[in-house]
């Protein structure tokens, strides 16, 4: 009997600190909302995806703007449709929107 008491409460210690390390691993995955970023984050985190920005685009007037307006879009509506005829921007966007998609599945 003296002996399992001990052994009861090195089971209980073992499962409390694993409820803990599951629970702060939960914790680190939590999504931050892309729409939330600012201008600055916005591009640090495409740079982090591996999105490269073409010079046709950096050169426009409030790209940065238009990009974080852009990820904000396609995070709430990952499908939404581009009417774009212009080869460079149409490949950003996809860029874009794969990148938004890996950032969605891989916090969750």
């Not at 399992?4 to 680190?28: G, N, W, Y």
């Not at 916005?42 to 591996?50: D, I, Q, T, V």
């Not at 990820?71 to 460079?88: R, W």
Request: glycine share 0%; aromatic share 6%; net charge negative.
């Amino acid at each position: 009997m003296k002996k399992t008491v001990p052994l009861v409460l090195l089971v209980l210690m073992l499962i409390i600190s694993c409820a803990c390390a599951v629970s702060s691993k939960q914790a680190e995955k939590k999504e931050v909302p892309l729409a939330s970023l600012d201008e600055a984050e916005c591009m640090e985190f495409l740079a982090r995806m591996g999105v490269e920005i073409p010079d046709e685009i950096k050169n426009i007037e409030n790209s940065d703007n238009w990009i974080k307006n852009l990820i904000a879009e396609l995070e709430n509506e990952p499908e939404k449709t581009y009417a774009i005829s212009y080869t460079v921007v149409h490949d950003f966007i996809e860029d874009v929107r794969r990148a938004v998609k890996d950032y969605k599945e891989h916090s969750q």
